[in-house]
Each structure stands twice: as C-alpha cells, then as structure tokens.
T-cell receptor
C-alpha cells in the first residue's frame, strides 16, 4: 500500500510565478490536510479537505493561496504570485476519517528566488 | 503563549540512557494526542497515539494527564537511531487539524 505521495519534491520559482503542489493520499483515505513548515519553525496547519469540499481553511493565508481536492485526481495546493516568504516545506497528510491518525507525505520544498 | 509547548532541547544523551520529554497544551478542548518524530526536517512520522490510561510500545511509553494538560514521552535504552526531533501534537474536539509543538531535539551519542 503506497504511502502519501507528493510531487514535485523540490520546486524553484521566481518571485511572481505560480506554484502548484500535488498530493495523492493513501489508498482508502478521503481526508487530506496541508501543513507548512517555515525555516526554523514548527509545522502549521493550512487547510483540510475531503473530496470536492474544503472543510477547514482557517490556516490558509487570505490571499494568493488556494486548495482543491477534486473528485478525480490529487489534491492541489496553489500559490499565486509567490514571494520569498513562501519558501518552506509543504507537507500533505491523509487519513481515512476525521478521527483517525494522519500520515504524512515526503513534502514539497519550495524555494522562491 | 503557544497552544502546545515543548522544551526545544537539545537533549544530548549516551546510548542506553533513559530520556523523558514533556509537553503542555493550553486548550482544554483538545481531544486527541500524539507523538510524532521528524528526522532532519523530513516528513513527520507517527510514533504513537497517547491515551488517558497511558500506553507503551516497546521502549517508548506515553502518558497523558488531562487535569494538568500535560503529555510525556519516555524513551528507555536509547539507540543512536532515536536521534530525531520529537513533536508533541494535539487535535481539538472539533475539526481535523493537528496542532504541533515546536519539537524537542534528541541526540543520542555512542
């Protein structure tokens, strides 16, 4: 059973470009969560999605960030007009249900130059 | 004040030592509790869930004190491979989001 998959593993973007990060949950998991880890900081929750629904986006910055989890395909975290402060590791986690443990993917390391 | 607080360490211990990590949380609505480990800022890996009755998994023992809002992790007979950052994590009664402590760094030396 493959674990949570994320791609790309590393992404370099210039300021002002768009970044798209993908997450495929574990088989049988319909709940997806995105977390961000800034350099020298702890992990912070961003957004929680189920298929086609955003359940909790209380951790998402108000502008430039969006997330989706379509009926078919991976969950996408999209960052428009990236700035240097967006440089971080973005981790996706999945679980079979809201009460279950969350398992993390390897992360996408975004560098904004 | 952070919602989940941990001693950042680092804890430097010799192989075979017993080491204990403490964690406090401020929100009494917290419902579920976990310890994760993170190696070199790679993905967090679930070490164990923490139950009110306390639980043990091999060399690892976790305790929860809801009245004091305090969680602990004890590692016995430390191995070199235990070197990592240990993350105390809580989940509130509502919603699915995990709230992470800053982590406690452990370095086990030969």
């Amino acid at each position: 059973n493959a674990g949570v998959m994320q791609n790309p593993r590393h992404l370099v973007r210039r300021r002002g470009q768009e970044a798209r990060l993908r997450c495929s949950p574990m088989k049988g998991h319909s709940h997806v969560y995105w977390y961000r880890q800034l350099p020298e900081e702890g992990l912070k929750f961003m957004v929680y999605l189920q298929k086609e629904n955003i359940i909790d986006e209380s951790g998402m910055p108000k502008e430039r960030f969006s997330a989706e989890f379509p009926k078919e395909g991976p969950s996408i975290l999209r960052i428009q007009q990236v700035v240097r402060g967006d440089s971080a590791a973005y981790f996706c986690a999945s679980s079979p249900g809201i009460m279950n443990e969350q398992y993390f993917g390897p992360g996408t390391r975004l560098t904004v130059t | 004040r952070k919602e989940v607080e941990q001693d950042p360490g680092p804890f430097n211990v010799p192989e075979g030592a017993t080491v204990a990590f403490n964690c406090t949380y401020s929100n009494s609505a917290s419902q579920s509790f976990f310890w994760y480990r993170q190696d070199c800022r790679k993905e967090p890996k679930l070490l164990m869930s923490v139950y009110s009755s306390g639980n043990e998994d091999g060399r690892f023992t976790a305790q929860l004190n809801r009245a004091s809002q305090y969680i602990s992790l004890l590692i016995r007979d430390s191995k070199l491979s235990d070197s990592a950052t240990y993350l105390c994590v809580v989940k509130r009664e509502e919603g699915g989001k995990l709230i992470f402590g800053q982590g406690t760094e452990l370095s086990v030396k030969p």
